[in-house]
C-alpha cells in the first residue's frame, strides 16, 4: 500500500522560510517522479513543483520560482520543500504527489498525500 505523509507545515510571517518533508512508504521511490501541489478552498488543485526520479531535473511554477527548491532523496525516501521568502499568497494546504508521469497536471500523479497547511500572515 502506497503512503506518502507531509509534515513541516506552520503558520509563519511573510519573509519567513519553511521546510515541509514528504516521507514515502510502499513504493518504488528512487523510480517515481515526484512533485508538491497546493490548494486553498474553492480553487482548484496548483502546481508548485516537480522532480524527476533521480533528482538532476526540476521544475517550478513562475509563482514560487526563485524562492522554493525541491529535492528528491532517494536514499532515505523522502521529498523536501524549501520554501523561502513566503508570501500571504503561498498560505494552501500543500501536498506531495507521485506517479510515473511528470508534469504540471495533478492528473499525472496517482499517489497523493494528507496535505500539510501552510499559512503566510502579512
Known amino acids: 500500500q502506497v503512503q506518502l505523509v507531509e509534515s513541516g507545515g506552520g503558520v509563519v510571517h511573510a519573509g519567513d522560510s519553511l521546510r515541509l518533508s514528504c516521507t514515502a512508504s510502499g513504493i518504488d521511490f528512487t523510480w517515481i517522479n515526484m512533485g508538491w501541489f497546493r490548494q486553498v478552498p474553492g480553487k482548484e488543485r496548483e502546481f508548485v513543483a516537480y522532480?524527476?526520479?533521480?533528482?538532476?531535473?526540476?521544475s517550478y511554477a513562475d509563482s514560487v520560482n526563485g524562492r522554493f527548491t525541491i529535492s528528491k532523496d532517494n536514499a532515505e525516501k523522502m521529498l523536501y520543500l524549501q520554501m523561502d521568502s513566503l508570501e500571504p499568497e503561498d498560505t494552501a494546504t500543500y501536498y506531495c504527489?507521485?506517479?510515473?508521469?511528470?508534469?504540471?497536471?495533478?492528473?499525472?500523479?496517482?499517489?497523493w498525500g494528507q496535505g500539510t497547511q501552510v499559512t503566510v500572515s502579512s
Open positions: 522532480s524527476i526520479w533521480h533528482g538532476q531535473r526540476t
Open positions: 504527489a507521485g506517479g510515473r508521469n511528470e508534469g504540471q497536471d495533478p492528473r499525472n500523479y496517482p499517489y
